[in-house]
């Protein structure tokens, strides 16, 4: 493959893998390309994204994971995002937590986090601080986590009777096909607080 | 002629009807109705496995022919004809039936077009926003849009899926791919070292699949064991932190019995 | 601002707010630039990944916003990343539904029926759990029957910028009441240009 190609399709794997990062293996079995090759390419990658003045993003590599990210002198601009009340990136994830939580209570931050594939203790904070979500109990086993639950604001907010009324889920989203790890999570973290 | 028809390659009536006027080759201006109602039926009979609730659709239908065939027949009296001129074409008892085929067959086409634009879409990805929530200030935290509905929270979980098909696949190739308590040895003291000496437990755990996070976990035991690494809590239920107790050469981690 | 300072801010903000998009106004006030001079900045950015072939992404116009996403013929190397590429695909029920509302919105389920000659409450409820469609009011008199229209989801899943993307519906061979309001209104104008 030639290198433009090769690094072409590394940038469209790396900007849609996102935040989870892939390795040179993985690219290397993804892209049916020698790990070497792959390696020289991401260099020349890296190399291009930092001597471009046009480039607000660049490559970063941790442990062995490459991931997109923005360049740090960006981190004001970008920073500019997070005070704009009118940008929505911040409620999304608020909103995500919500929807979460609204269908699948009573539930773990645990779980919730394990859906979103990002941590999400802020937005749980936020929720219950604009009291649309409340800790309704506790999860059994040692970890006793919190379980969290909607409140009757949220009914009032989003103008529902009841729980009833929320509109049928999207099937998928839900369905419990890593309830395996979900439950080695919790088994594992219970066992090692258990420990001391 | 076959009468291998499944309901399910039909979406209602109107559809089996523009497929049977296609078939035919058959002026939908102008539909000889017999014909037409003969083909319908034989249709019907022949999907066997009618959903009952469905299958009143159909059978209404053919009613509804039935209907317009009979009233062909009736002749048509001089005198009414000549009553109004306007009434000449409304009299057509097939005219409610062809408006509502040509009416249907707008938005079956409609329908087409849209299908082509989804498979173009899907050829274009994109990534779920960063999460910068530790960008923001403690006292300011992050303000709900005001004007989100119960739908926007069906898109969030949407979202949320598109965002979970791209992970699960990428975890299952690693489990495919053997991963070694050697490897991981070296990346918990590797990703320690990149963290400055110590880290959060779950912070050793970027990954999806169980046997990744198996054997990491695996790998941590043993590095316990061998002093390299320990962990602590401060408190109860509070996260754990796992430090970098000393450095190791490489060839002392390739001893391991797996 | 030079050019590429400015495109490079351009490029970590799309970056950062993925598929929620980001409008020209936005960008305006969070780099407190004219929005002629964003515009000019993005279609330099548009042309930049184009016509690079070492660049796996691009701009795309979305749901009213400018996104970055990857280039389709990448499609290939990242179907490799997603199990079941084409398992959510929308049911022929569920896109004929879809096509009545999205060109006669707001529509009630018994107009859609009527159109149909079929209960299409299946679909519906489907298209609701995907976010393609949401209640945008209710129709006047007693039942006060919901009234459905397409979502900002539902230009993104068909990569559309807004509505008027929509391909023309096709020949409308009939006079209906649509029909006849245009044709007056064709007519109409007509013997208006013509009186000039």
């Given at each position: 493959m030639n290198l433009e190609l090769l690094m072409s399709k590394l940038e469209a794997l790396l900007f849609v893998v996102g935040d989870e990062g892939i390795n040179v293996k993985q690219f290397s079995q993804l892209l049916e390309v020698e790990s070497m090759e792959i390696e020289a390419a991401l260099s020349e990658l890296k190399t291009y994204y930092e001597e471009s003045?046009?480039?607000g993003i660049t490559l970063k590599n941790l442990a062995g994971t490459y991931q997109l990210t923005t360049k740090t002198d960006m981190a004001d601009t970008i920073k500019k995002l997070v005070e704009n009340p009118t940008s929505h990136v911040l409620s999304t994830a608020s909103l995500e937590v919500l929807a979460i939580i609204a269908y699948k209570?009573?539930?773990t931050r645990v779980e919730i986090e394990d859906l979103r594939g990002v941590k999400s203790d802020r937005p749980i904070q936020t929720l219950v601080s604009r009291a649309l979500i409340q800790e309704v109990g506790r999860a059994e086993g040692t970890g006793r986590a919190i379980l969290y639950g909607t409140t009757k604001e949220f009914l009032n907010y989003f103008g529902l009777d009841s729980l009833d009324e929320l509109p049928p889920l999207?099937?998928?989203?839900?369905?419990?096909?890593?309830q395996e790890t979900d439950l080695f999570m919790t088994k594992f973290q219970e066992a090692f607080s258990s420990e001391e | 002629m076959s009468y291998e028809v499944k309901l399910d390659a039909f979406s209602g009536p109107l559809d089996l009807l523009l497929h049977l006027i296609h078939r035919l080759e058959i002026d939908i201006y102008d539909i000889p109705m017999a014909e037409l109602t003969g083909q319908y039926i034989d249709h019907i009979h022949a999907m066997k496995v009618l959903e009952l609730n469905e299958a009143s659709e159909y059978l209404v239908m053919a009613a509804t022919l039935l209907a317009i065939k009979s009233r062909m027949l009736l002749p048509i009296h001089e005198g009414e004809l000549e009553d109004s001129e306007f009434e000449v074409e409304a009299l057509d008892p097939r005219e409610e039936l062809v408006n509502k085929l040509i009416e249907y067959k707008k938005y079956k086409e409609a329908a087409v077009e849209l299908k082509l634009l989804e498979s173009d879409r899907a050829l274009v990805y994109t990534r779920p926003p960063?999460?910068?929530?530790?960008?923001?200030?403690?006292?300011?935290l992050a303000l709900f849009d005001?004007?989100?509905?119960v739908y926007d929270m069906i898109s969030a979980l949407q979202k949320i899926l598109r965002r979970k098909n791209l992970r699960k696949p990428l975890s299952t190739r690693v489990a495919r791919q053997e991963i070694s308590m050697k490897d991981q040895m070296f990346a918990v003291v590797n990703s320690l070292r990149s963290f400055g000496g110590r880290s959060a437990f779950s912070e050793l755990f970027p990954y999806e699949d169980k046997t990744t996070i198996i054997v990491t976990f695996l790998s941590i035991l043993e590095l316990m064991k061998r002093q390299v690494i320990s962990v602590e809590q401060q408190n109860n239920f509070e996260e754990l932190f796992v430090i970098l107790d000393k450095e190791v050469p490489e060839d002392e981690l390739r001893t391991v019995d797996e």
């Open positions: 003045n046009m480039r209570q009573p539930i999207p099937e998928q989203v839900l369905k419990d096909d890593d | 960063s999460d910068l929530s530790s960008m923001e200030p403690d006292e300011q005001a004007s989100v509905n």
